[in-house]
Structure formats: structure tokens, C-alpha cells
């Protein structure tokens, strides 16, 4: 915010850095690799865009495990190439198949939303190994993990990490985010970036808020040491919730219809996400909020559970 407010006028009457190269030697060193390994995006999401438009095409098709982050499906179709979607099992491993679809770019989705789940890296550079193509892992999430796939970025010259600031930096609303990649791979998804894909005043906060690391880590201690709360609630709730890495538990009633709960929800002004989609149909994905949030959660579903929809729970 001090940043913010140190912006003048004189600073937004020229161009921006077109390549964000305050923001690329913060991250570097963040990262332990070199200022061109990394690459500005408009937040991750530009990155994921970027990508398929350098990648894909009518011929040359995406491949993702599912259930995961539903933009995938709506890039492959806005390239107009193939997306291979390889089914997870109940448990979420990286499918077995996903090495050998021969597709051009393979996105995985790490920790995975909506699931929260972790996949360890050694099996995420054997998926590098045996792929054909560009191996992308979305580590949108990842800061509230135990730990990242950076190191496969020296190892593999067809590995891109993104990153985004939305999450653990709690920026969602200046829209920024980073891919890491060895310099040849940024490269060439440079050829495909907007001129000026970020602008004076996120590259400005971004820049600062990645060097305040003590902030950061404090920020994403406080949401882990929530989400082990909320888990524990929610298990007494009588609700499944696997071990989440991210800043969102996949919570599964033993008893209840996930959509009957969620409706109760909305009518409380209680926003979770539902998705009507096979393997989530019965879970509800909550995220992480303040206290109070949590609470206010949580007290409702006790409501919910006990009174309203009671007869329409199994026993
Ligand atoms: C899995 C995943 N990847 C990438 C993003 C993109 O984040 P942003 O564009 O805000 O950096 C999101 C946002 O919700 C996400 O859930």
C-alpha cells in the first residue's frame, strides 16, 4: 500500500517496463534462478492463455488430468485444439496415462483445484521425462504447500512453472503472476505476450510485495493454520475432508446431497463453490476465510445438518 500510494502521475504518463524487469530480479532471487528464467504475466491466467496459443493448435492438442482448474477446457476450445483429459482416480495421483498422450502441452495443476491435493515432485520429473511435448505445472496454490517444483526448471528444458500473486499474496485484484522456465522457453512465450502485458502500478506493488517475504510467509502461516481448523470442524460435522495443500479444503458429507447443503448456503448469504461434475458432485469446495468467516460457516452448516435437511440425510 506504501508503494501505491508512492505512485505519481509523471509514472503513469510513460510505458510501463514492457518485460517487468523489477518485478523478474525480486523473483529470481526468490526463486534461486536468473532474472531471464522468469517471465511477467497478467496474472496466471495470461500465462495459462499464453501458453496455448504458443503451443496448441488444430493439430496440436492439450492434455490435463480431471476434475481441475475449469479454464483449461475453455482455452482449448478458444485455440480450437483437442483437449485430452485424463480421468484422476478417487484419490487424485497423477494418471499413470497422462505421460503418453503425445500432446503438445500437458498442463498439471499443483496443488490441484478443486481438490487440494499434492502430487510430489519425482513423479512430476518422470511426467517431464516421458512427455513429448511442454510440461506446464500450475502451482496457482502452491505457496500454501510444504514445498514447489522450481528445481525442475534446471533439470528440464520443457518444464514452465506459473505462479501466481493472487494466492499467498492475497493481490488478486492487480492481476499479476509469473511463469519460471529455462531463458529459451521464456523466450519463446515472449514472442506471444501483449506488448505491455502488465502495467506501471502491478509491477510497482507486485515487486514489493514479493520482496516482503517475512509478510508473505506470516499471511500463508495464518490461512494454513485455518485450514487445519476448518478441517477438523468440518470432520466433527461428520464431512470427509482429505489433507488440503492449498487455501481450500474438498469437504465431502458422509450423510448429506453437497447441492441440498450448498443451496442452504446461498439462501444464508454463504458462498461456497459446487461443481455438478462426476468425482465432485457430492463435495463442496470451501475456502479458507477469516475467523469469523469460518465460523459463521460453520455454525450455519450446524444449523443446516441438524434441522432443515436432517430427513433428508442418511442416518
Ligand atoms: C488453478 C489455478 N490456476 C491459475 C489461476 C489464475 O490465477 P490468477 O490469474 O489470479 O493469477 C487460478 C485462479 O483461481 C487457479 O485456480
Given at each position: 500500500?506504501?508503494?501505491?500510494?508512492?505512485?505519481?502521475?509523471?509514472?503513469?504518463?510513460?510505458?510501463?517496463?514492457?518485460?517487468?524487469?523489477?518485478?523478474?530480479?525480486?523473483?529470481?532471487?526468490?526463486?534461486?534462478?536468473?532474472?531471464?528464467?522468469?517471465?511477467?504475466?497478467?496474472?496466471?491466467?495470461?500465462?495459462?492463455?499464453?501458453?496455448?496459443?504458443?503451443?496448441?493448435?488444430?493439430?496440436?492438442?492439450?492434455?490435463?488430468?480431471?476434475?481441475?482448474?475449469?479454464?483449461?477446457?475453455?482455452?482449448?476450445?478458444?485455440?480450437?485444439?483437442?483437449?485430452?483429459?485424463?480421468?484422476?482416480?478417487?484419490?487424485?495421483?497423477?494418471?499413470?496415462?497422462?505421460?503418453?498422450?503425445?500432446?503438445?502441452?500437458?498442463?498439471?495443476?499443483?496443488?490441484?483445484?478443486?481438490?487440494?491435493?499434492?502430487?510430489?515432485?519425482?513423479?512430476?520429473?518422470?511426467?517431464?521425462d516421458e512427455s513429448a511435448g511442454v510440461l506446464l505445472i500450475d502451482e496457482a496454490y502452491v505457496d500454501f504447500a510444504e514445498t514447489n517444483c522450481t528445481a525442475l526448471v534446471k533439470d528440464f528444458d520443457n518444464v514452465i512453472i506459473l505462479r501466481s500473486m493472487s494466492k499467498g499474496y492475497?493481490?488478486?485484484?492487480?492481476?499479476?503472476?509469473?511463469?519460471?522456465?529455462?531463458?529459451?522457453?521464456?523466450?519463446?512465450?515472449?514472442?506471444?505476450?501483449?506488448?505491455?502485458?502488465?502495467?506501471?502500478?502491478?509491477?510497482?506493488?507486485?515487486?514489493?510485495?514479493?520482496?516482503?517475504?517475512?509478510?508473505?510467509?506470516?499471511?500463508?502461516?495464518?490461512?494454513?493454520?485455518?485450514?487445519?481448523?476448518?478441517?477438523?470442524?468440518?470432520?466433527?460435522?461428520?464431512?470427509?475432508?482429505?489433507?488440503?495443500?492449498?487455501?481450500?479444503?474438498?469437504?465431502?458429507?458422509?450423510?448429506?446431497?453437497?447441492?441440498?447443503?450448498?443451496?442452504?448456503?446461498?439462501?444464508?448469504?454463504?458462498?461456497?463453490?459446487?461443481?455438478?461434475?462426476?468425482?465432485?458432485?457430492?463435495?463442496?469446495?470451501?475456502?479458507?476465510?477469516?475467523?469469523?468467516?469460518?465460523?459463521?460457516?460453520?455454525?450455519?452448516?450446524?444449523?443446516?445438518?441438524?434441522?432443515?435437511?436432517?430427513?433428508?440425510?442418511?442416518?
Open positions: 500500500m506504501k508503494v501505491l500510494a508512492e505512485i505519481t502521475p509523471e509514472g503513469l504518463r510513460r510505458y510501463p517496463d514492457p518485460l517487468g524487469n523489477e518485478f523478474r530480479q525480486a523473483a529470481a532471487e526468490v526463486n534461486g534462478v536468473q532474472p531471464d528464467c522468469i517471465m511477467c504475466c497478467n496474472g496466471g491466467d495470461e500465462l495459462l492463455s499464453i501458453a496455448l496459443r504458443a503451443f496448441c493448435d488444430e493439430n496440436r492438442p492439450v492434455a490435463y488430468p480431471v476434475p481441475t482448474y475449469s479454464l483449461f477446457p475453455v482455452l482449448a476450445n478458444l485455440q480450437n485444439c483437442r483437449a485430452i483429459e485424463v480421468p484422476f482416480d478417487s484419490e487424485f495421483n497423477l494418471p499413470a496415462k497422462l505421460a503418453g498422450t503425445g500432446a503438445a502441452l500437458t498442463i498439471v495443476c499443483n496443488p490441484n483445484a478443486p481438490s487440494g491435493t499434492f502430487i510430489n515432485i519425482d513423479e512430476l520429473a518422470s511426467l517431464a492475497s493481490l488478486a485484484g492487480i492481476r499479476f503472476g509469473y511463469a519460471i522456465a529455462q531463458p529459451d522457453l521464456i523466450a519463446s512465450l515472449m514472442k506471444v505476450k501483449d506488448s505491455y502485458n502488465v502495467d506501471a502500478v502491478a509491477i510497482a506493488v507486485a515487486t514489493a510485495a514479493i520482496k516482503d517475504q517475512q509478510y508473505f510467509k506470516e499471511n500463508v502461516e495464518k490461512v494454513k493454520a485455518d485450514r487445519e481448523e476448518l478441517t477438523e470442524k468440518l470432520q466433527t460435522l461428520k464431512f470427509e475432508v482429505p489433507r488440503s495443500y492449498a487455501n481450500f479444503v474438498l469437504a465431502k458429507s458422509k450423510n448429506c446431497r453437497a447441492s441440498e447443503i450448498y443451496d442452504k448456503l446461498v439462501q444464508r448469504s454463504i458462498y461456497v463453490r459446487f461443481f455438478d461434475l462426476p468425482a465432485l458432485d457430492d463435495k463442496l469446495r470451501i475456502t479458507v476465510g477469516t475467523k469469523e468467516q469460518n465460523n459463521k460457516l460453520l455454525s450455519a452448516l450446524k444449523e443446516i445438518l441438524s434441522g432443515e435437511i436432517a430427513s433428508l440425510c442418511s442416518q
